[in-house]
């Protein structure tokens, strides 16, 4: 009998136990899904708001834009920083919010966004180009060199080539700019390889050859544009100048002849070419010319150099109390007037002993009283070519 | 685990042996315990992620979508959210009131873990309106009350124990406020330092666990992100740790400040009648919105411009106008009784001070100060320590919210610095202030680990009484031990033994007195006590034992000996905690 009360009690027992496991295995169940639902409306709602911050964010972007266009970046600063507020860490809108500092002349505010950006894309070209202008404001050369490298060979999301091109463009006429003629040259080498076959990339490129005192290249590159548009009146002009630096008068002549005609109103053009022509006149060396010709222009070249050694010599005179550097030349000029000079003319050498006179007048009045003009720089001219032709 | 659990392994334990079946009926708590640690960290933090999206939801609603909102709106909707938050703490939600840490505390020792349920939803709602609408308070006390309020109802429904049910408020607290933070360690050292009060190995695994799971949980759905981006970190050369020192100086008296001026106006508010009371969130809001006209970064929380003094866009000037207005407006906001927390406010104030310090020595000695940026990343850590005396809890946050660790010795130094003058000038906390202005005895966490704790060489005396050996007859024993009613006996191996002089003689008198000590078994082993050990150890181990032999650490030898009477003295003569 007790034994079978006991037995009772123990499946009392035992089932009891089984019902309290229920319940707490259902609780637990329970516990687990209402966490799963939860987890479920978390993500609905996580995922409007994102939905909602992101039309936020292309909302306030694209404000930014419209202020950044039409000018008013301080309104297009102000709508990029809640763009940003919006989509934190956005490229596009970091970028444009960098810009719009920039353009409020907010230069270090915007500098250090764009570092910030560089240092998550340092290979992009629209922040390179952007932190090499930055650089170039504050006259931060290495910067500005670096950058621009880095932005010519970067990655741009479109017109790649073209954008390439417009930088190094840029850093040769920075280059230009503070007198780093050498590097620019340099630079100018490697852009022509990547020109666009247009006229007028030739004839940008041209002048910044001229710009960087490369006439040879400068040359070639307006040739090239007038093999495209043989009456391009800029090119004549570029040809011109370039054939004048290299001391190719007769050439430069050409060139500038055509050009005054295409730019007729251009006085640098018209300057030139009078310049040109002058030289031209002044040359007693020229092929074409009679003998007394040729003894016509000497000796007017000897009196004009004459005229301009005395005029110099008197206005060293006058303000300074030192040896004259022109002594020696004034001794020379005093044996090169009446009997000495019928004299000189029997002498088969007389040509360039004299012209050897007039040329070292004008080198060195040129040094003690500054750059001549008109007929005493063409003969000044006519000396730098001999320089550059003699052996 | 639960008490469901717990009831059936004791009514199955008559069919096994008792000791196994108890102890694997622990084991098996144990391990649910932890399980459902982790339960409760994915709740919360599910209830954080909604809690902050909410917040900003109603901002872009209630101020609009621009961060700088405009001026008009400033004047009107935080003014009209604050009725709307009153008419709630008035008529639905009389709990949710205050900041959430004290509450949570309160839950804890008063009211056995129990948040009711009521309390979890009028704090998500009221304090999400009151940041969401521009008020100058943080969703971190928040999160950390929803936390614990999440968690004490799941311990309710599995109907645990009361005992584990205070277990788990502190596990939900550290979980909200882990997703509040994206910062477990710092969230985890907060409960221990300021809710807990103490390291126990029982609850430390289980609130890491619940403060990491509802971490992951805050990463997968708002991203991992630190808090703050900060900018590279260099201490340029040792003079810098003096600008450091400064900047510790000026927070800590900006956090005295703070204090100060809630200590003075809370019970000013609460003090006015009942009608006044119910417009002070309005009225709080209408001032906040006025100084959000022309500085619209004290507003909200204030993260977004935390991160802008970190990389120093603002002018030292301008910092340290913020500084002063964030103080203010989130005194006022704080003190009128809006739900919402301080923490944010406070590492905000701290930014702004730190980077406005910083700016000035930059500016004026740029040789030996950095950029302002490192400055407001570490008078952050300086005014947590100084405003909410967390000084643990200060440095790790400020390392885990930015992720740098570079920045450790100046925030030692400056956080210190600052907890150091709160201190001075200001020896109750700011949340022991609240709960004692709230009417509350809750205990003091700063004050429970200033207590005096007592060892045993405190209460040690030198042995003087003669010690047997368990080869010495009883009645020589007796003879030694003259009228002493204890004789500690010294066995071959540094065992210690002791017996009653009255049972020696008992043994005499039943003509034993010729055996030994050994022989008649007369000595009872005693356990032995340490000088370094806390003196309680003794209640611990000395059963019905007189007194306790206290032995070398190294060889065993015997240093003295602590009785009862000797502890009672010693406790009675100590200052412990200020008594």
Not at chain 1, 177 to 204: F, K, M, R, V, Y
Not at chain 2, 194 to 204: H, K, R, T
Not at chain 2, 262 to 282: G, T
Request: aromatic residues 8%.
């Amino acid at each position: 009998m007790a034994e079978r009360g006991s037995q009772e009690t123990r499946q009392r027992r035992s089932a009891r136990v089984a019902h309290l496991a229920r319940r707490e295995l259902a609780a637990w169940l329970t516990l687990i899904a209402i966490i799963a639902v939860a987890f479920a409306v978390t993500a609905f709602f996580v995922g409007r708001y994102r939905s909602k911050r992101a039309a936020l964010a292309r909302e306030w972007y694209a404000r930014g834009l419209a202020a950044l266009q039409s000018g008013r970046a301080p309104a297009a600063e102000a709508a990029f920083r809640n763009a940003l507020a919006y989509q934190p860490g956005s490229f596009d809108a970091t970028f444009a919010l960098a810009q719009s500092l920039a353009a409020e002349h907010r230069l270090a505010e915007a500098q250090s966004y764009f570092l910030a950006l560089w240092q998550e894309a340092p290979q992009s070209g629209p922040v390179n180009i952007n932190l090499a202008r930055l650089a170039a404001s504050q006259n931060r050369t290495q910067d500005v060199i670096r950058y621009y490298h880095n932005a010519i060979f970067g990655l741009w999301s479109a017109q790649g080539a073209e954008q390439s091109l417009r930088a190094r463009h840029e850093l040769i006429s920075y280059l230009l700019d503070h007198g780093q003629e050498n590097q620019a040259d340099s630079e100018l080498l490697a852009e022509i390889q990547s020109l666009p076959p247009t006229a007028a990339a030739h004839l940008e490129a041209g002048r910044q050859f001229l710009a960087a005192g490369d006439p040879t290249h400068a040359l070639a590159q307006f040739r090239e544009v007038l093999r495209r548009d043989p009456d391009n009146g800029g090119a004549l002009a570029g040809a011109g100048e370039a054939a004048y630096q290299q001391g190719s008068y007769g050439l430069a002549h050409r060139y500038l002849a055509r050009a005054a005609v295409r730019l007729p109103g251009d006085p640098a053009v018209a300057q030139r070419l009078a310049t040109v022509a002058a030289v031209l006149d002044a040359d007693p060396l020229a092929y074409h010319l009679s003998r007394a010709e040729r003894r016509s222009r000497i000796r007017r070249d000897l009196a004009t150099a004459q005229a301009r050694l005395a005029a110099c010599a008197a206005r060293l005179q006058s303000t300074n109390s030192q040896p004259s550097p022109l002594a020696p030349l004034l001794a020379r000029s005093q044996a090169l007037t009446g009997a000495g000079l019928r004299r000189l003319w029997r002498d088969p050498n007389a040509i360039p002993n004299v012209l050897s006179f007039v040329f070292a007048v004008e080198e060195q009045t040129a040094r003690s009283c500054g750059p001549p003009t008109g007929d005493d720089l063409a003969l000044l001219l006519l000396a730098h070519a001999r320089e550059l032709t003699s052996p | 685990m639960s008490t469901s659990s717990a009831a059936a392994a004791s009514r199955l334990a008559p069919a096994w042996p008792s000791r196994l079946a108890r102890r694997l009926a622990a084991k098996r708590e144990e391990r649910l315990f932890l399980f459902l640690a982790i339960l409760i960290g994915i709740l919360a933090g599910l209830a954080v992620v909604c809690f902050r999206v909410t917040i900003e939801w109603l901002r872009i609603d209630v101020l609009g979508s621009s961060i700088t909102p405009a001026p008009l709106r400033l004047l009107w909707a935080p003014a009209a959210v604050g009725l709307v938050i009153a008419a709630l703490l008035f008529f639905c939600f009389p709990g949710a009131g205050g900041s959430g840490v004290n509450q949570t505390k309160a839950a804890l020792y008063i009211f056995d873990g129990h948040i009711p349920f009521s309390t979890v939803v009028g704090k998500f709602l009221t304090a999400a309106l009151a940041i969401g609408s521009g008020q100058s308070l943080g969703p971190e006390d928040p999160s950390l009350q929803v936390g614990a309020g999440l968690a004490s109802l799941v311990g309710r429904k599995l109907r645990l124990s009361r005992a584990r049910l205070r277990l788990l408020a502190p596990l939900g607290a550290a979980a909200g406020l882990a997703a509040a933070f994206n910062a477990p360690i710092a969230a985890v050292l907060f409960v221990i330092e300021e809710v807990v009060g103490q390291w126990s190995v029982g609850i430390l695994g289980a609130v890491v666990l619940s403060a990491v799971s509802s971490t992951v949980v805050a990463r997968w759905f708002l991203g991992g992100e630190p808090l703050f981006r900060v900018p590279e970190f260099e201490l340029r050369n040792p003079l810098e740790l003096a600008a450091y020192v400064v900047l510790g100086v000026i927070g800590g008296f900006a956090s005295l400040l703070f204090v100060k001026l809630v200590a003075w106006l809370r019970p000013r508010a609460h003090a006015l009648p009942r009608r006044a009371q119910f417009f002070l969130p309005a009225g709080a809001g209408l001032l906040v919105g006025l100084i959000g006209m022309r500085y619209p970064q004290v507003m909200g929380a204030g993260y977004e411009f935390v991160d802008q003094a970190l990389h120093a866009h603002f002018l030292w000037t301008t910092l340290a106008i913020l500084a002063a207005l964030k103080l203010l407006a989130t005194t006022i906001s704080f003190t009128s009784g809006t739900p919402g927390g301080m923490f944010a406010p406070t590492l905000v104030i701290g930014a702004m001070v730190g980077g406005a310090v910083g700016g000035f020595e930059h500016h004026f000695f740029p040789r030996v100060a950095a950029a302002s940026g490192a400055y407001a990343l570490v008078g952050m850590g300086t005014t947590f320590a100084g405003i909410l005396r967390a000084p643990l809890t200060s440095v790790f946050m400020i390392i885990e919210v930015s992720g740098s660790y570079t920045v450790v010795l100046p925030l030692l130094i400056s956080n210190l610095i600052a907890y150091f003058i709160s201190r001075t000038w200001q020896p109750i906390a700011i949340f022991d202030l609240l709960t004692r202005q709230d009417g509350l005895d809750l205990p003091s966490m700063e004050e429970r680990r200033e207590e005096e704790v007592l060892h045993v060489e405190d209460a040690m005396k030198p042995m003087t009484d003669p010690i047997a050996r368990p080869s010495d007859r009883i009645a020589d024993a007796l003879a030694a031990a003259g009228d002493r009613a204890f004789l500690l006996i010294e066995g071959p191996d540094g065992n210690w033994s002791g017996a009653l002089a009255s049972r020696l003689q008992e043994l005499a008198r039943q003509g034993e007195g010729g055996r030994t000590l050994a022989e008649a078994g007369a000595g009872h082993p005693l356990p032995v006590l340490h000088p370094d050990e806390p003196l309680e150890m003794f209640l611990r181990e000395a059963g019905d034992a007189p007194l306790l032999p206290v032995v070398h650490r190294a060889d065993g030898r015997l240093l003295g000996i602590v009785s009862l009477a000797d502890l009672l003295t010693t406790y009675r003569g100590a200052d412990i905690g200020g008594a």
